[in-house]
C-alpha cells in the first residue's frame, strides 16, 4: 500500500507536519516535561519525512536508490530550512530556532545512512 499510494501520502504527511510546526501550541499540548522534547519530535518527524520522500522517489517517480536518498535528504532538510523560516517570519507564537534545523537534519541523515547502507547490503535485513 505504501508504494501505491506513497506520494498522496507523503504530501498529506508533509501538510500535517507543516500544520503542527506553524500552528500555536499554547494550551492544546500540555507541558511535557521532558528534556529536549521539541528536538526529539523534530528528529524523528523528518526521519519519517525523509523515509517517505525516498519511497515515493523509487517508487512513485523511477529514480534510482542513490539519487532517490539524495534527493530525499535534500527535500526533508529544505522543508525544514522552510518552515523555521516561516515560523520566524509569519507566525507571532512560534520562533524560529537553528537547533530545529540542526535536529531535522539529523533525523534525516540518519535514515538516509541507513538507506544506502541497506542498499549496498552492509546491514542484514531487519
Known sequence: ???????????????????????????????????????????FSFLVLAL????????QFKLNKTKSIINAFLISVSFGIIIEILQGSFTVSRQSD?????ADTLGALFVSLIIYFKNRNLIKKI
Open 1 to 43: 500500500m505504501l508504494k501505491t499510494y506513497s506520494l498522496v501520502i507523503t504530501i498529506l504527511y508533509s501538510l500535517a507536519l507543516a500544520t503542527i510546526c506553524l500552528i500555536q501550541i499554547d494550551g492544546i499540548v500540555e507541558e511535557v516535561h521532558i528534556k529536549n522534547a521539541d528536538k526529539i519530535f523534530h528528529f
Open 98 to 102: 537553528i537547533k530545529d534545523v540542526f
Open 52 to 59: 517517505l520522500w525516498y519511497v515515493t522517489l523509487v517508487y
